[in-house]
């Protein structure tokens, strides 16, 4: 729960689509033992909902995420040296059920950014499987002024999602990249204007939500092996995702569509 009671995590259900919104506006969404503990929760809870399709985070207030609470680091800084380092191993520790939950997930997560995605928030943006950002959305790896490297993913999701050039630029120069750029870039898949924003975000998710869901769960399985994948490897694993999807009732409903000339009606099964 956040300070004042609150939740942590807001949840909003429409049809198959479960939105998540970061809730500490007050703190611009800097992650804190609630929030993460939150977010971590309600993605396992997620992840098991064969009935939720398609997933959405986005933040309350006036930003996406900030990153990390600069405020706990400051009154850290003066204690011991193996108690900071102690301290930041399990927080940043704490951070990788959330990752590996959105990785893990069999269906879409769609990160909806408005204004400020800093720090972790610019790492949970590469992470989720697509992005899409008000006109007024910036995106920053502010890691480095603050003397430290990436932590929760960025290191891993960043380049695969622009590139190892880029990603080393937008990490060691900390600049600032408006939506247009981190669009250019592939960091994002759309920029819309800010007004736009809720309209379009729920317009992409019940597209993705009214897909054949276990075929997205494959599509994720082998994009994220493949980096790693020797040729003869992936290629089985192609074949053995296609031919499971084969059997699933989404398959034959695809099927009849195409010689029906209509459009399917996937049910996720």
């Not at 939720?52 to 990390?68: D, E, L």
């Not at 059920?97 to 720090?119: D, N, T």
């Not at 994002?188 to 998710?205: F, G, K, Q, W």
């Not at 494959?218 to 089985?236: E, F, G, H, I, V």
Request: glycine share 8%; aromatic share 6%.
């Amino acid at each position: 729960m956040s300070r004042d009671g609150e939740a942590a995590i807001l949840l909003q259900r429409d049809g198959a689509v479960q939105t998540l919104t970061l809730n500490r506006p007050e703190s611009r969404n800097a992650l804190t033992g609630g929030l993460k503990e939150e977010l971590r929760d309600r993605l396992h809870e997620v992840e098991h909902d064969d009935s939720i399709r398609a997933v959405v985070i986005r933040g309350a207030g006036k930003s996406f995420m900030a990153g990390g609470d600069v405020k706990f680091f400051d009154r850290l800084k003066h204690e011991p040296r193996e108690v900071i380092r102690r301290t930041f191993l399990q927080r940043i520790h704490d951070l990788h059920p959330i990752l590996f939950a959105i990785r893990r997930m069999p269906k879409p997560v769609i990160a909806s950014v408005h204004h400020a995605a800093a720090g972790f928030g610019t790492s949970l943006v590469a992470a989720c499987d697509m992005a899409i950002a008000s006109d007024d959305a910036f995106f920053v790896m502010s890691y480095i002024h603050l003397g430290v490297s990436p932590d929760g993913g960025g290191s891993f999701f960043l380049p695969r999602a622009i590139g190892a050039r880029r990603a080393f630029e937008m990490a060691a120069l900390g600049e600032r990249w408006d939506a247009a750029r981190a669009a250019e870039a592939g960091l994002i898949n759309r920029v819309v204007p800010a007004t736009d924003l809720e309209r379009e975000t729920r317009e992409l998710a019940h597209r993705l939500a009214s897909g054949p869901t276990r075929a997205y769960a494959s599509l994720k399985r082998l994009m994220d092996a493949a980096p790693t994948t020797q040729l003869a490897a992936q290629m089985q694993a192609e074949a053995e995702a296609f031919a499971e999807c084969a059997t699933t009732e989404d398959f034959k409903e695809g099927v009849s569509a195409f010689n029906e000339h209509r459009t399917p009606a996937f049910k996720g099964r």
